[in-house]
């Protein structure tokens, strides 16, 4: 009997580490040959796996860690060893993965069973449970306040009795300032990279192809280990929570951290529990150390937006890998690589990711996927670029961000689409104040970019998002301009889309 963990399973307190004595961790490289990953991606992922096996052994667990190009290669060395050998591995979260390992082992006359992943709060059929009692009148569409409130009230987290800490479900109008001019954000914590996270950065370097050079990247900075991800977590409660809630929205130039947590690696890769990590905010609350914007802001992203992702993900697969409702198919503009734009908002979002395969939730929803929407590109393209260049992406989780949520490609987690014109980037930043753009203009030379693409971008798919009943506003709006106004917008995107395609936006 052998536990087989995938570099997202590395969570030393699970309780299957106590049923085994002998656990399989097979570092195979060939997904990294495939697709050109941030280098911090790949020595992330690889670092965290070698530093978690030699925790494992240190505590008297036998390991075998495998280096090979496939799953299947591993495999093969680890049946030559221990023939008819049976399986155990936590539910990977990725959809079809359960199937593809499994026919592997058959493969090799082994055995596999599936155990619940503590990765995510809720197993499967407790999700199930949840979406099979809605009462919706369409059964493939989802809505996170009400699964939210659910997951509130089913773990007593911020509740007082039957109500909602300090009144409200949703603090979300007191998550919405901006910093003043001289408020500077602490200082993101720096994990200086060890003996094992240096050698893996150099093999990553030499090795792969990655989505930008090592020496173009700032130097590594990310927890590997559960220790570090515990001080990070430490020091986000001590120095970053109370900023968190109120600032949350907000994008600065120059600040690629603002006060978000940066936990989400840790949480993807099982070096974090998220229960944990809510319940820490929780007694942050309780002990006075955070305002409710604050932990209530954080508690709806990681017991709600995390898990509602993740399952809806689940249940709406593979349909919503291939979802194209608007039908974009512009391929993405040659910024999102090179983060070579005069747009401040748009270089900076992509010069963060570039640097540190991070930007935070506002840069990824209201710039890097909200131009790319307006912009018209095809939603696979870009998930495929989240995928790529951020540290904490997977399948389960930018597929419905980025295709769901961010390109509004399906319906089945949001009712209308994260789509603006520059006016939200203005009122929620810094940028337009540097940028060459005029923010103010919608139409000729040197008019914001937003502006143009979001309004043609309104007006090409009246059909599909009039009717969503949550445009109405929008709407009203369209259906002032008059024809000559409508002329000048046209020209006005298509010089811009020009100009993205060439590379001089
Ligand atoms: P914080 O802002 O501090 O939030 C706290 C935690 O909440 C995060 O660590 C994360 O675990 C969780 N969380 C918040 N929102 C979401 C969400 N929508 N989905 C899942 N978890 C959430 N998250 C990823 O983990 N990996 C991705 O590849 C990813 N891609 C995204 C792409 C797009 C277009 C969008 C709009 C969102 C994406 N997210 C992704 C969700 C979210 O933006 C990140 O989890 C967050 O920015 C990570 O930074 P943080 O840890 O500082 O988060």
Same mark, same amino acid.
């Given at each position: 009997?052998?536990?087989?963990?995938?570099?997202?399973?590395?969570?030393?307190?699970?309780?299957?580490?106590? /049923?085994?004595?002998?656990?399989?961790?097979?570092?195979?490289?060939?997904?990294?040959?495939?697709?050109?990953?941030? +280098?911090?991606? *790949?020595?992330? %992922?690889?670092?965290?796996? @070698?530093?978690?096996?030699?925790?494992?052994? =240190?505590?008297?667990?036998?390991?075998?860690?495998?280096?090979?190009?496939?799953?299947?290669?591993?495999?093969?060395?680890?049946?030559?060893?221990?023939?008819?050998?049976?399986?155990?591995?936590?539910?990977? !979260?990725?959809?079809?993965?359960?199937?593809?390992?499994?026919?592997?082992?058959?493969?090799?006359?082994?055995?596999?069973?599936?155990?619940?992943?503590?990765?995510?709060?809720?197993?499967?059929?407790?999700?199930?449970?949840?979406?099979?009692?809605?009462?919706?009148?369409?059964?493939?569409?989802? $809505?996170?306040?009400?699964?939210?409130?659910?997951?509130?009230?089913?773990?007593?987290?911020?509740?007082?009795?039957?109500?909602?800490?300090?009144?409200?479900?949703?603090?979300?109008?007191?998550?919405?300032?901006?910093?003043?001019?001289?408020?500077?954000?602490?200082?993101?914590?720096?994990?200086?990279? #060890?003996?094992?996270?240096?050698?893996?950065?150099?093999?990553?370097?030499?090795?792969?192809?990655?989505?930008?050079?090592?020496?173009?990247?700032?130097?590594?900075?990310?927890?590997?280990?559960?220790?570090?991800?515990?001080?990070?977590?430490?020091?986000?409660?001590?120095?970053?929570?109370?900023?968190?809630?109120?600032?949350?929205?907000?994008?600065?130039?120059?600040?690629?951290?603002?006060?978000?947590?940066?936990?989400?690696?840790?949480?993807?890769?099982?070096?974090?529990?998220?229960?944990?990590?809510?319940?820490?905010?929780?007694? !942050?609350?309780?002990?006075?150390?955070? +305002?409710?914007?604050?932990?209530?802001?954080?508690? $709806?992203?990681? *017991?709600?937006?995390? &898990?509602?992702?993740?399952?809806?993900? $689940?249940?709406?697969?593979? =349909?919503?890998?291939?979802?194209?409702?608007?039908?974009?198919?512009?391929?993405?503009?040659?910024?999102?690589?090179? #983060?070579?734009?005069?747009?401040?908002?748009?270089?900076?979002?992509? /010069?963060?990711?570039? &640097?540190?395969?991070?930007?935070?939730?506002?840069? $990824?929803?209201? %710039?890097?996927?909200?131009?790319?929407? %307006?912009?018209?590109?095809?939603?696979?393209?870009?998930?495929?670029?989240?995928? @790529? #260049?951020?540290?904490? !992406?997977?399948?389960?989780?930018?597929?419905?961000?980025?295709?769901?949520?961010?390109?509004?490609?399906?319906?089945?987690?949001?009712?209308?689409?994260?789509?603006?014109?520059?006016?939200?980037?203005?009122?929620?930043?810094?940028?337009?104040?540097?940028? +060459?753009?005029?923010?103010?203009?919608?139409?000729?030379?040197?008019?914001? +970019?937003?502006?143009?693409?979001?309004?043609?971008?309104?007006?090409?798919?009246?059909?599909?998002?009039?009717?969503?009943?949550?445009?109405?506003?929008?709407?009203?709006? %369209?259906?002032?301009?008059?024809?000559?106004?409508?002329?000048?917008? &046209?020209?006005?995107? &298509?010089?811009?889309?020009?100009?993205?395609?060439?590379?001089?936006?």
């Amino acid at each position: 009997m052998t536990l087989w963990l995938l570099g997202t399973h590395l969570d030393r307190t699970a309780d299957y580490l106590d /049923e085994h004595d002998h656990v399989l961790l097979i570092e195979a490289t060939a997904f990294a040959d495939r697709r050109p990953y941030h +280098p911090h991606k *790949l020595t992330l %992922v690889f670092a965290a796996m @070698r530093r978690f096996r030699d925790d494992l052994r =240190a505590r008297g667990l036998t390991v075998d860690y495998r280096r090979a190009e496939t799953f299947g290669e591993g495999l093969d060395d680890h049946f030559d060893e221990h023939p008819g050998d049976d399986l155990t591995m936590p539910r990977p !979260a990725a959809h079809g993965a359960e199937d593809r390992l499994r026919e592997l082992v058959d493969d090799r006359g082994g055995r596999i069973s599936f155990v619940p992943n503590p990765t995510f709060v809720l197993t499967p059929e407790e999700f199930d449970e949840w979406a099979d009692r809605r009462g919706t009148s369409d059964p493939d569409t989802y $809505r996170l306040e009400d699964f939210y409130r659910w997951m509130r009230r089913r773990s007593g987290v911020l509740m007082d009795g039957d109500s909602p800490e300090g009144g409200e479900w949703n603090y979300d109008e007191q998550n919405r300032e901006t910093p003043p001019d001289d408020w500077e954000p602490p200082a993101p914590p720096l994990f200086e990279p #060890g003996e094992t996270v240096r050698e893996v950065a150099s093999w990553v370097e030499a090795e792969f192809e990655t989505f930008v050079d090592t020496d173009e990247a700032a130097p590594f900075r990310w927890p590997v280990t559960r220790k570090q991800s515990l001080d990070a977590l430490e020091q986000f409660v001590d120095a970053r929570f109370a900023a968190f809630g109120p600032y949350q929205d907000a994008m600065v130039e120059g600040e690629w951290a603002m006060a978000h947590s940066l936990l989400s690696a840790s949480i993807n890769l099982g070096l974090l529990r998220p229960m944990e990590v809510i319940e820490r905010a929780d007694r !942050a609350y309780e002990e006075g150390d955070a +305002p409710i914007n604050s932990v209530e802001g954080f508690v $709806r992203q990681v *017991l709600g937006w995390r &898990e509602f992702v993740r399952h809806v993900y $689940r249940r709406s697969m593979p =349909a919503m890998a291939e979802a194209n409702q608007l039908g974009q198919t512009e391929t993405l503009p040659p910024a999102y690589w090179t #983060g070579e734009t005069e747009m401040t908002c748009l270089s900076e979002a992509v /010069e963060h990711v570039r &640097e540190r395969g991070y930007a935070h939730h506002i840069e $990824r929803l209201m %710039v890097l996927s909200n131009f790319a929407l %307006v912009y018209g590109a095809d939603p696979h393209e870009l998930n495929e670029w989240f995928h @790529r #260049g951020f540290v904490d !992406a997977f399948h389960w989780v930018t597929t419905p961000n980025v295709v769901g949520m961010g390109s509004f490609a399906t319906d089945v987690l949001s009712s209308k689409p994260y789509a603006s014109s520059g006016s939200y980037v203005n009122r929620m930043s810094d940028y337009c104040s540097s940028c +060459p753009y005029a923010v103010s203009r919608d139409t000729g030379e040197g008019a914001c +970019p937003f502006n143009s693409l979001y309004w043609t971008f309104l007006r090409e798919h009246e059909e599909t998002l009039r009717g969503t009943g949550r445009m109405g506003l929008m709407y009203a709006h %369209v259906d002032d301009k008059d024809e000559a106004e409508w002329t000048a917008l &046209e020209e006005r995107a &298509e010089a811009v889309r020009e100009m993205a395609r060439n590379g001089t936006l």
